[in-house]
């Protein structure tokens, strides 16, 4: 264990723009130098702008803007979150890089580098927009703000977004193999793969476990979830803890103990919290760092 003794100063949240549009130069990197110029496609409305692109001779980027916009709007209305003053930063990288980088050469003659770099960009660009509040693709996943997988309600029955994602891509994928070949669409289906596990490494990669000990329990508890959607775990009997904080008795210290799985990106804007929240909060480490695979 180790303690965590300096205190981070400022917010690390204060600026989120700013990560989302690095997120979508991040994305329009790995399409424009990695995957375009090998006739390969990534999922999502991306995909399709792509294809109508090639079909009609229109820019990509410009493609990707104004299929994306309506998208965004209905999605907003429907769950009523203000989600495009927060999408629309990273829409506009995303776009306006993919029309510089247009003109570029790929980075590798080999489809298989192609395959897996340009899919590595999109999930990281991906992955630090969603995590700050920004959205790349309007079929992107979404979680809601009770931390379960967001939901379409169709014909009475509530869908998982996350499988009316995957047959939109399973479609765009066979269509592209009929426009574009079978042979790059299959380099296309393993970007898709990379991208969507580099963006779940991102939000459930390397966690650190971390025991918090406030008197304010309540009042950091919420502030944790607020900023960062993140919920205190379980770690069974408190006697676990017993001894490691400041010697105090355990009936007295247990109770205001929580622990928290919290990602590495997320390190020092948990800390930040804490900080603000109860300034004589005392933080360890449990562990160095967790590998949490996908299931």
């Keep these: 264990m180790r303690w965590l003794v300096k205190p981070a100063s400022g917010d690390a949240s204060r600026f989120p723009v700013f990560y989302t549009v690095i997120g979508g130069i991040t994305a329009s990197v790995g399409l424009e130098l990695f995957l375009h110029p090998h006739d390969m496609i990534a999922g999502g409305v991306t995909g399709i702008s792509r294809l109508m692109s090639i079909y009609t001779q229109e820019h990509f980027g410009l493609l990707l803007f104004v299929l994306n916009l309506p998208l965004m709007l209905l999605y907003s209305l429907s769950t009523h979150k203000p989600m495009m003053y927060r999408a629309l930063p990273g ?100 970007s898709c793969l990379a991208a969507y596990e580099t963006t779940r490494l991102m939000f459930t990669g390397l966690t650190y476990t971390v025991c918090v000990v406030s008197k304010k329990q309540q009042t950091v508890e919420d502030a944790i979830y607020r900023r960062l959607r993140i919920q205190r775990i379980s770690v069974g009997s408190p006697v676990q803890i017993k001894g490691k904080i400041n010697m105090e008795p355990v009936s007295e210290k247990t109770e205001k103990a929580m622990v928290y799985n919290v990602h590495l990106l997320d390190l020092q804007r948990f800390k930040t919290i804490i900080h603000m929240t109860d300034p004589k909060a005392e933080m360890m480490y449990m562990k160095r760092w967790t590998y949490r695979p996908t299931k």
């Design 91 to 190: 829409l506009f990288a995303l776009s306006g890089s993919a029309i510089i980088l247009s003109p570029f050469p790929a980075v590798s003659g080999h489809p298989v580098v192609c395959a897996l770099g340009g899919g590595i960009c999109i999930g990281l660009g991906a992955g630090l927009a969603a995590r700050h509040g920004g959205l790349l693709d309007s079929l992107g996943l979404n979680v809601s703000d009770d931390g379960r997988p967001s939901t379409l309600l169709l014909t009475h029955r509530k869908i998982p977004l996350i499988q009316i994602v995957m047959l939109c891509n399973g479609l765009l994928l066979i269509t592209a193999g009929f426009v574009l070949g079978w042979e790059p669409t299959l380099y296309s289906a393993l």
